[in-house]
T-cell receptor, first 113, second 113 residues
Framework: GQQLNQSPQSMFIQEGEDVSMNCTSS?????WLWYKQEPGEGPVLLIA?????ELTSNGRLTAQFGITRKDSFLNISASIPSDVGIYFC?????????????FGKGTKLSVIP | DSGVTQTPKHLITATGQRVTLRCSPR?????VYWYQQSLDQGLQFLIQ???????AKGNILERFSAQQFPDLHSELNLSSLELGDSALYFC????????????FGPGTRLLVL
C-alpha cells in the first residue's frame, strides 16, 4: 500500500525556536492533512490542504501542499511548551468513493522551556 | 472534545478472547472509520462505514469485523485475540463520504495478555 515518510522522527527544541517537519510519499494525494496527538487523546486536525502549491496558516502553524502532490511540510513558529505532542501528516486520495487516510509515522516534538 | 465518543477507554483481556469496541460519531455524521495505532505500524486504516453500509476496507484482519447500526453508532469486534493486537483503536467520523474532515475519538487502549 501507500507509504508516507515523515521526518524527523523526533525533535528537541528550545522554547521560542521555529520547527519544521515534512512528509513525502511515493504516490500522489488529493488532500494533505496535519494532525496533532497528545497523550491519551485522539489526533486533532490542525491544517487541511486541498490544492497543489497551497500554503495555509493556522496561527503559528503554516503548512504547504507540494507542487508534485507527493509531499507536504509543516512549520511551527516561536514554539511554546504546549506545542509538545506527536504531529502526523496524512494523505487522502479520493477514488471509488473512498476517502481513507494514510498516515505518516509521526514526529514527536519536545519543547524545552 | 471532538464530539466522537468511544467506550471503553481501556480494555485488558487474554489471548483467544473476543472484545467489542464501541463508537458514537458526532451528531449528524454519517461516516465512521476505524483505525489501529500500534508502536511499529503507526496509524492504520481498518474500515469505513457510511450510513450503515461498509464503504471501504483497509488493513483489517479477517478476525476483525465491524458494523454500523441504524442509530449510526458503530462497533468493532476483535476475535481470537493475539498479543500483537494490543494497540490503540480509534474511531473517526465525518459528515458524509469522507471528503470532509474526519474527527477522531479519544481511542480505546487494548492490552492482550
Amino acid at each position: 500500500g501507500q507509504q508516507l515518510n515523515q521526518s524527523p522522527q523526533s525533535m528537541f527544541i528550545q522554547e521560542g525556536e521555529d520547527v519544521s517537519m515534512n512528509c513525502t510519499s511515493s504516490s500522489i494525494f488529493n488532500t494533505w492533512l496535519w494532525y496533532k496527538q497528545e497523550p491519551g487523546e485522539g489526533p486533532v486536525l490542525l491544517i487541511a490542504l486541498y490544492k497543489a502549491g497551497e500554503l495555509t496558516s493556522n496561527g503559528r502553524l503554516t503548512a504547504q501542499f507540494g507542487i508534485t502532490r507527493k509531499d507536504s511540510f509543516l512549520n511551527i513558529s516561536a514554539s511554546i511548551p504546549s506545542d509538545v505532542g506527536i504531529y502526523f501528516c496524512a494523505g487522502q486520495l479520493s477514488g471509488a468513493g473512498s476517502y481513507q487516510l494514510t498516515f505518516g509515522k509521526g514526529t514527536k516534538l519536545s519543547v524545552i522551556p | 472534545d471532538s464530539g466522537v465518543t468511544q467506550t471503553p477507554k481501556h480494555l485488558i483481556t487474554a489471548t483467544g478472547q473476543r472484545v467489542t469496541l464501541r463508537c458514537s460519531p458526532r451528531s449528524g455524521d454519517l461516516s465512521v472509520y476505524w483505525y489501529q495505532q500500534s508502536l511499529d505500524q503507526g496509524l492504520q486504516f481498518l474500515i469505513q462505514y457510511y450510513n450503515g453500509e461498509e464503504r471501504a476496507k483497509g488493513n483489517i484482519l479477517e478476525r476483525f469485523s465491524a458494523q454500523q447500526f441504524p442509530d449510526l453508532h458503530s462497533e468493532l469486534n476483535l476475535s481470537s485475540l493475539e498479543l500483537g493486537d494490543s494497540a490503540l483503536y480509534f474511531c473517526a467520523s465525518s459528515v458524509s463520504l469522507g471528503e470532509e474532515t474526519q474527527y477522531f475519538g479519544p481511542g480505546t487502549r487494548l492490552l492482550v495478555l
